[in-house]
Structure formats: structure tokens, C-alpha cells
């Protein structure tokens, strides 16, 4: 059974910093790209950032970047995104998701990842 899972989020004050981890099992974890997507109440689910399974190519929203880094530890089976000078805008349920054959052209389209963490909850205040 594949299972992802997040941590790291919480309450910062804008301007601030989180780093959100997703740690994985049940899959070859370096066979697999890694995307980071969140969802606000009442929007759609939004592509953030995506790294492939070596690490050797990422891709991110244009609204984050900058501000936010994409990586990932194979050995350790987890993918980061390192988030500074966080916005009040950027607060939103962080999802990890994972997909072993996506397209780069599918990179920002949730609905072409197979599996999905539960969410962390990132909240930025004024």
C-alpha cells in the first residue's frame, strides 16, 4: 500500500518560513516525481512545485518562485518544500502528491498524480 504522508505546517506570520516534508512508502520512492499542490477553502486545488525523481529537474508556479524550494532525500524516501517569505496568499491545505510516468506537460494537473497525501494545514497571518 502506498501512503504519503506531510508534516511541517502550521501558523507563521508573514514573511516568515516553513519547510513541509513528505515521507513515502509502499513505492520505489526514486522512480517517482513528487508534486506539491494546495487548495484554499472554496478554490480549486492548484499546482505549486514538482520535482522529477532524481531530483535533476524542477518546476514551480510562477507566484512562488523564489520564495519556495523544491528537493528531495531518496535515501530517506522524502521530498521537501522549503517556503520563505510566505504570504498571506499562500494559505491553503498543502498536499504531497506522486505519480511514477507523468508527462511534463501534466506536471500542474492534479488529476494525473495516483496518489495523495492527506494534507498539512499552512497558515500565513497579516
Known amino acids: 500500500q502506498v501512503q504519503l504522508v506531510e508534516s511541517g505546517g502550521g501558523l507563521v506570520q508573514a514573511g516568515g518560513s516553513l519547510r513541509l516534508a513528505c515521507v513515502a512508502s509502499?513505492?520505489?520512492?526514486?522512480?517517482?516525481?513528487i508534486g506539491w499542490f494546495r487548495q484554499a477553502p472554496g478554490k480549486e486545488r492548484e499546482f505549486v512545485a514538482a520535482?522529477?525523481?532524481?531530483?535533476?529537474?524542477?518546476h514551480y508556479k510562477d507566484s512562488v518562485k523564489g520564495r519556495f524550494t523544491i528537493s528531495r532525500e531518496n535515501a530517506k524516501a522524502t521530498a521537501y518544500l522549503q517556503m520563505n517569505s510566505l504570504k498571506p496568499e499562500d494559505t491553503a491545505v498543502y498536499y504531497c502528491?506522486?505519480?511514477?510516468?507523468?508527462?511534463?506537460?501534466?506536471?500542474?494537473?492534479?488529476?494525473?498524480?495516483?496518489?495523495w497525501g492527506q494534507g498539512t494545514q499552512v497558515t500565513v497571518s497579516s
Open positions: 509502499g513505492l520505489t520512492f526514486r522512480s517517482y516525481t
Open positions: 520535482v522529477r525523481g532524481n531530483g535533476g529537474s524542477t
Open positions: 502528491a506522486a505519480d511514477r510516468s507523468i508527462i511534463l506537460s501534466s506536471l500542474g494537473s492534479a488529476d494525473q498524480y495516483d496518489y
